[in-house]
């Protein structure tokens, strides 16, 4: 079974990226601190990871990693940049996209075909953003950029950021809006991690899910291809019951022809339009209980294999876990080659090593 990882991990690497920061950022030495923290649950977590996760692999582990699992290809996200949209320094945000996509580009892309990146972009500045995202595609060949679920001021079907999106039609490009910050969602005072990250990924995604689609995003900008990433198939399931009631039931005013689906249309059927036309994916993982459901009500065009390594899975834990996909009998050989590289291969661009 071909497998390319829809979405995998970088750590930065401190030292390696100062050296692309622009003046005046770049003055001193032993820069440590590039992102806001995550969040206050990331900062004081009391328990255990399941051995040889969280390792800091660069190039070499990862190649090392896809050879022990059988992956041809990865899909590089940050792992700092999941804050990103926390930075309130607007001079600093563009200053610390521009670096880190130089160093994932030299790090990374240069060093192997077999990775492809997701760049950062300063969506605190809107035309920053789009400048960099342009210079991220056509001169470094991205797959498009990682937008943080959490964060920024408004959700991203706001207005402000549909310059931005104009771009990325323009590009014909992927954006992955990525979960990982949990703060500001309502449960800050949980008292366990666990039920803060279950809760935290899938949240964050589905308010930025509802913003673009009730918005009129994908009709808007039909090239750009948008997925939600690490926040499991769960979610999407809960939106599609939820929306489609709600749109049944409490049809908005729309006098300027903005919103989105029509008041005569039904969600879910508006949803599976666009997702057959390519312009929304959903990340999973290969032991999702309802993926076989999901795929039943999405289509198997709609979702991504991600391993999230190297975050809180190792070698064993990522193979079981395609070995499971690859044996439910609950899909199809087609649906499960759709979800291991096919709807990898149209989401981001990537064509697989047989075309590199």
């Known amino acids: 079974m071909r497998v390319i990882d829809g979405d995998g991990h970088v750590f930065e690497d401190s030292k390696g990226m100062q050296s692309f920061l622009p003046e005046p950022f770049n003055q001193g030495e032993g820069l440590t601190r590039w992102f ?55 001079d600093w945000a563009i200053a610390v996209a521009r670096a880190y996509n130089n160093w994932l580009h030299e790090t990374y892309l240069k060093t192997s075909p077999r990775f492809t990146g997701m760049a950062i972009i300063p969506m605190q500045e809107p035309e920053a953003a789009i400048a960099e995202l342009r ?24 207005k402000e950021y549909w310059p931005v999106w104009a771009e990325a039609d323009r590009l014909g490009c992927a954006i992955g809006i990525h979960g990982g910050a949990h703060s500001g969602m309502g449960f800050d005072h949980l008292n366990v991690y666990t039920p803060a990250g279950g ?24 090239n750009v291809r ?31 022809g903005e919103l ?27 032991n999702e209980p309802a993926l076989a459901e999901a795929v039943r009500e999405l289509g198997e065009e709609c979702f991504v294999y991600s391993s999230d390594f190297p975050h809180e899975v190792n070698n064993e834990l990522v193979r079981a876990e395609l070995d499971e996909l ?25 064509k697989g090593l047989a075309a590199v």
């Not at 979610?235 to 729309?254: G, I, K, P, V, Y």
């Open 199 to 222: 809760m935290g990924h899938p949240v964050g995604l589905m308010i930025n899910f509802a913003g673009i689609v009730f918005n009129g995003i994908l009709d808007r900008y039909p």
């Open 36 to 90: 806001p923290p995550l969040d206050h649950f990331h900062g004081a977590m009391t328990g255990v990871h399941p051995p040889g996760s969280f390792q800091r692999v660069g190039p070499a582990g990862w190649i090392d990693f896809m050879d022990a699992v059988g992956i041809e290809q990865a899909v590089l996200y940050s792992t700092g940049g999941l804050a990103f949209g926390k930075i309130f320094h607007y």
């Open 135 to 158: 210079r991220a595609v056509e001169e470094m060949g991205f797959s498009g950029a990682m937008i943080p679920s959490t964060g920024l001021p408004n959700h991203l079907g706001a």
């Open 326 to 350: 690859w044996e439910n009998e609950e899909m199809t050989t087609s649906a499960k080659e759709a979800i291991l590289h096919g709807n990898a291969e149209r989401f981001y661009g990537v």
């Open 260 to 286: 989105a689906p029509s008041a005569d249309e039904k969600f879910s059927d508006y949803l599976r339009k666009h997702i057959e036309a390519g312009r929304v994916y959903v990340g999973c993982e290969g």
């Open 226 to 256: 948008f997925g939600f990433m690490e926040g499991g198939v769960g979610w999407s399931l809960l939106a599609l019951e939820r929306f489609d009631r709600e749109h049944d039931t409490h049809m908005q005013w729309n006098p300027r």
